[in-house]
């Protein structure tokens, strides 16, 4: 199910500014890919385009390929919208629609294109996709109540659910944790290394213990200078990228010695 | 000495900036509250008024009004009377929001998430015109362009479709029927109506939109999914805002719709309805005494009528409220 992704020359504009440069980089199947960097390097910019969600802002394009399973997802037949039922988005702030019950929070993207779905099959597949994100017990009893109701890392939890409710292929995520306290952050990252087992799984995070804990490969972006494109500094197993990176700049980042 | 004076100097400041401060507080509370309070006496006083003005003829015998109010009919209670007056006025309200609130939130949504940039703000600036036109120009554009123009169509609809309810009766031939002061409302209510939902369509949450997309949603069905919900008690105070304005508009009414005292639902036909407000206005010159009570006492009508808009609008908006997003 899992499938790899390789970006081959990619150049990510938002207008006429260049916002990342010639990224090259693989991803694994069944495996976690973090990614790391200073701010404004172009982490969640280079994240976007893996779901061609970075076209939703007005103005932004992209040059170069993302191909999955060797099709390129910005070829030109390809649908956008086919892309991201395929790869799943969880983001920085979690954001269930609060209009919807948290029933109707996991099954929203199911329910998209008018699909129809049977009573008792909907009832699994709630069940089965909070299991998954670890929400089950914590919301078993109040699946009719709004999803802005929870707790911030329930809400997450929430999200990642809806987002493995359309079994998609790739997971990305972007700062998943950074809005959660320690506790459900573990709870998270548990759940990150339970769900590769199935998915691709790449997440921009800024914490290095985090990329340490649950990434088995790390990419380091960096930037020259403000005006400057992002690009892919570096990228290997997480161990080594801790341990013994190629890059000065990468060693200095991870150990603290950045800037 | 300087250091031990500049301290309480400076703390001094401080406290008179925070005095300050607490009189803006103070000053504003007041003005808060005694415009709540201006508001609650104005309601108050013209509720009053109502009902001290239409009392003698709430309190009046059948004998009584047929005598005073003229073209009274006989054997008539108030209740009776006014009847029919309310069935148009709401008729009136209901078939022009029925007819603009699809449209208006069509347009909203078209300029707020299908057009570009330029043509949306051409857009918004046109519809945004349609509030500026007086209802006594859309009074005369309704009785001689558009009661002619849609007299054929009206024709149709009832050889067509005249089994059902509102399309049976006599088609009237000058068009001067209940359905075109629908239509005619309905233009005169769709800018506002339009003006609140493209301004609630656009403050939907980016990351709400962001998280239907992500799912694969089409922009349809972002909208389905995202903004529609969101905006959706935007766009019921945007349709009552609309309501109340159908509801009391009168000029319009008055020179398109030949009058009649029924509760026929048959709106192609002439002389069938009536609303309060074009009611009052007809009569107002010629009335005296228990016949200006009549007229007040229809006026209360209406007035509890938006009264009671307003209340159900708010009671449907607060229903939902745990899953409105506010929380
Ligand atoms: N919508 C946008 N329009 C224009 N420029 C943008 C937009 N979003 C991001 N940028 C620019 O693109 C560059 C990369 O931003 P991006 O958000 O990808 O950084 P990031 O690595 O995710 O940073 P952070 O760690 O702070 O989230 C920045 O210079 C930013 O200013
Ligand atoms: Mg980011």
Known sequence: ?259 | MTTTVSPPAKSSRRRRSGNTDRGFNRVFRWIAVGAGATILAVLAAVALFLISEAWPAITASPEELAAGVPRYPEDTSLLAYLGPLVFGTVLAAVLALVLAVPVAMGIALFISHYAPRRLSQVLGALVDLLAAIPSVIYGLWGFFVLAPVLTPFWTWLNENLGWFPLWGGQVSPTGRSMATVGVVLAIMILPIITAVSREVFLQTPKLHEEAALALGATRWEVIRTAVLPFGRSGVISASMLGLGRALGETMAVLMILSPGFTYTLDILAAGQHQTIAAYIAADFPESTGLGVNTLIAAGLALFVITLAVNMTARWVVARRKDFSGAN
């Open chain 1, 1 to 259: 199910m899992a499938q790899r992704i390789d970006t081959k020359d990619l150049n990510i504009y938002y207008g006429d500014f260049r916002a990342v440069e010639d990224v090259n980089m693989t991803i694994e199947p069944k495996s976690v890919t973090a990614l790391i960097g200073p701010s404004g390097c172009g982490k969640s910019t280079f994240l976007r385009t893996l779901n061609r969600m970075h076209e939703v802002v007005p103005g932004a394009r992209v040059e170069g390929t993302v191909e999955m399973e060797g099709v390129d997802l910005y070829g030109p037949d390809v649908d956008p919208v086919a892309v991201r039922k395929n790869v799943g988005m969880v983001f920085q702030r979690p954001n269930p629609f609060p209009t919807m019950s948290i029933r109707d929070n996991v099954l929203a993207g199911v329910k998209l294109n008018n699909k129809r779905i049977s009573k008792s099959d909907a009832d699994d597949l709630v069940e089965s996709s909070l299991h998954g994100a670890n929400l089950w017990n914590e919301v078993k009893d109040r699946l009719d109540r709004p999803g802005s109701g929870l707790s911030g890392g329930q809400q997450q939890r929430l999200c990642i659910a809806r987002a493995i409710a359309i079994k998609p292929q790739v997971l990305l995520m972007d700062e998943p944790c950074s809005a959660l306290d320690p506790i459900s952050t573990i709870a998270i990252e548990d759940l990150i290394g339970e769900l590769k087992q199935e998915y691709t799984i790449v997440i921009v995070t800024h914490n290095m213990q985090q990329a340490a804990r649950v990434s088995d490969r790390t990419g380091f972006f960096n930037i020259a200078g403000t005006g400057k494109p992002g690009r892919l500094i570096e990228m290997d197993d997480t161990a080594t990228i801790f341990s013994s990176p190629a890059e000065k700049a990468t060693e200095d980042y991870v150990s603290g010695r950045f800037g």
